[in-house]
């Protein structure tokens, strides 16, 4: 198939760039157009951002003149990626749903809006039928989807196969999240280094809310919440790349730890999510070993696209307990939006 010509909005931050990597040599889509703010317009991608991946910057990309967040400047692009702050996206990223492109965003601005699709498609691939309300609704020609927050695209892509096979009642959840997902500069270095943060405002909100709506239903042109309960602490530890997060679990059903564990290790998610390009075999990776997963070792499993799950044993408050490690920025972001544009485009949402 010819590839899709896309456009990335602020694609020179963390996440921004992340989206430059992984849509080199992408199937399906090509990078045509980047837009930034004020401060970069005009200036060839190369100059504009400081490049902080370890992979090369493509070189076709890096020539690229940035252009403003204005949909009138990327002519024939029907696809565009958000990489934008919250505030810049709530302005930006509905003119251009009004221009009749596609948007899929990371940014967490319109995540809770009844219409617009919180999706993951190994999950819940069937919530992208909100389109159609959303046009509807918004009287507009393009569309928008969204990705959950790094760390619960994690937890939930876990808790969907418990949840199918045994059923779920409560979810406590503690994450050690990565410093690359405070962006660039980020989090000051005498702030993180010897130090854990048990401060990230808003996330602890975050996880418990898109954990539900993730494993809800579509109800009456809406995304309805699960109705497990769910308690969520979010803390800032000083590591490059990769979330753990620990879970304990109390399902409705009885299971075992094998039977855990084999849930788990089956998982392929949404019949509409396979042979996606972004989309692994297998989301799940389980570790038998001991001390796995640790971010180091686990956080690039499948590319940066499979959560790694571990320590699967027995709890004596809930049921079971055990440990994800989820790529932030891979998975949890720039991948995840990616893999939400695949499922439009099999969708034939995009063409």
Known sequence: MKRIPVAILGATGTVGQRFVQLLEGHPWLEVAALAASERSVGKPYADACTWRLPTALPEKVGRL??????PKGLDGIGLVFSALPSGAAREVEPAFAEAGI???????????EDDVPLLVPEINAEHAALIDIQRKNRSWPGLLVTNPNCTTTGIALVLKPLADAFGLQTVLATSMQAVSGAGHPGVSSLDAIDNVLCLIPGEEEKMEREARILLGQVENERQMEASFAFSAQANRVPVVDGHTI????????????????????????????????????????VRTEPDRPQPRLDRDAG????????????????DFRLVIVVHNTVRGAAGGSILNSELLVHEGYVR
């Open 65 to 70: 003149t940035i252009q403003p967040l204005d």
């Open 102 to 112: 596609a948007i899929s965003s990371n940014a967490s601005a319109y995540r809770f």
């Open 246 to 285: 620990c879970l304990s679990l109390k399902l409705e059903q009885r299971a075992s730890v094998d039977e855990v564990r084999s849930v788990l290790a089956a998982f392929r998610g949404a019949v509409a999510a396979r042979g996606l390009p972004s989309s692994p075999e297998f989301p799940l990776v």
């Open 303 to 318: 590319g940066g696209m499979q959560v790694t799950v571990g320590r699967i044993r027995e709890c004596p408050v809930l």
